[in-house]
């Protein structure tokens, strides 16, 4: 019986980026199947952390605010950039710590789970309990919302939220490294507990939630395109752009307004933050959301988390065959 000639093997040396991409692809898989509690996720200590040192500043001038945001956010870099330091320091195998702290920073299926929770409330007539379950992915208030503000509401909040807790970390990861997604992961984390739609945190929370706007752009453009060219649209990529300028930030009117015209229903409109109505304008189409609109921007995130894993595998494949030469 022949030897199977397996010495090409040894002659592969994974560079570091090859590792990453490795490292990523292992947690893309297993995201789809395991997701680590809410009420074990180390972010709630994180979130702990993070209230205590906003508790007592908010009655201060706004100029005292903004500075004591950011001495905040300092603090906070710094431990979580720390923390990872000394752990990889002191790893013996630093690629299974890099895949325990990225898979605890990167999740899709909490939030996928949520909007089917919310959908299949609709679906039962359950409209208290969708309410509930929206929370866990918007800011607005949910107490008196219609049928159609649930619709609309989980249509935008979704792929937002999956900017932020998937596409974001793995993009930075792939590129930059256990370090840079650390920083980029705590920045967004802050800014969204210190969301300036709450308005005690309209100034304390005014630099991270810049920062995390410049972070996340990148992953907010290349999944508005992904949805573009997987989904199409009855208008040019080129108007998508010019609509979403008007929104109050463009990454966000990008995305909601590229998901608006895939589904061919109409998204943004008034909504309301701590009982203030907030003025946005329409985008997308004419048609009015519904629950099986909620069904089909869960399909389209899941649809482009295939695509971004195909990717991961295609590059998975190249970097190998290129450290074999």
């Not at 019986?1 to 297993?30: K, Y």
């Not at 229903?265 to 909620?294: E, F």
Request: glycine residues 4%; hydrophobic residues 50%.
């Amino acid at each position: 019986m022949p030897e199977l000639d397996i010495q090409w093997l040894s002659n592969i040396a994974l560079s570091d980026f090859s590792v990453r991409l490795l490292i990523l692809l292992g947690i893309m898989l297993l995201d789809q199947f395991i997701a680590l509690p809410s009420s074990y996720h180390p972010k709630l200590v994180f979130r702990y952390l993070s209230q205590q040192l906003a508790a007592k500043v908010n009655s201060r001038t706004a100029t005292q605010q903004k500075i004591a945001g950011q001495i905040t956010l300092l603090v906070l870099i710094s431990l979580t950039f720390g923390f990872t330091w000394l752990i990889m320091f002191f790893a013996v195998y630093p690629w299974f710590f890099q895949f325990i702290i990225i898979g605890l920073l990167i999740s899709s299926k909490p939030l996928l789970t949520s909007a089917n929770i919310v959908k299949r409330s609709l679906e039962n007539n359950h409209k208290v309990l969708a309410r509930e379950q929206l929370q866990q992915l918007c800011l607005r208030d949910t107490k008196s919302l219609s049928t159609l503000g649930i619709a609309k509401a989980t249509t935008e909040a979704l792929p937002q939220r999956l900017i932020i807790s998937y596409f974001s970390p793995i993009l930075i990861y792939a590129c930059f490294g256990i370090y840079a997604t650390v920083l980029a992961v705590t920045v967004s984390s802050a800014a969204q507990i210190f969301n300036q739609k709450h308005l005690r945190f309209f100034h304390y929370g005014m630099s991270a939630n810049l920062l995390s706007r410049i972070i996340i752009f990148p992953a907010q453009l290349l999944f508005s395109l992904n949805i573009y060219l997987l989904f199409g649209a009855k208008t040019s990529f080129s108007h998508i752009i010019n609509q979403a300028k008007n929104w109050h930030t463009f990454g966000n009117g990008l995305i909601i307004n590229v998901s608006a015209w895939a589904l061919n229903c109409s998204l943004g409109g008034a909504v309301i933050y701590q009982k203030i109505k907030i003025t946005r304008p329409q985008l997308g189409t004419t048609t009015q959301p519904s629950v099986i609109h909620i069904n089909d921007i869960i399909r389209v995130n899941q649809q482009v988390i295939t695509s971004w894993l195909g990717l991961i595998v295609i590059a998975v494949v190249s970097s190998l065959i290129i450290n074999t030469f």
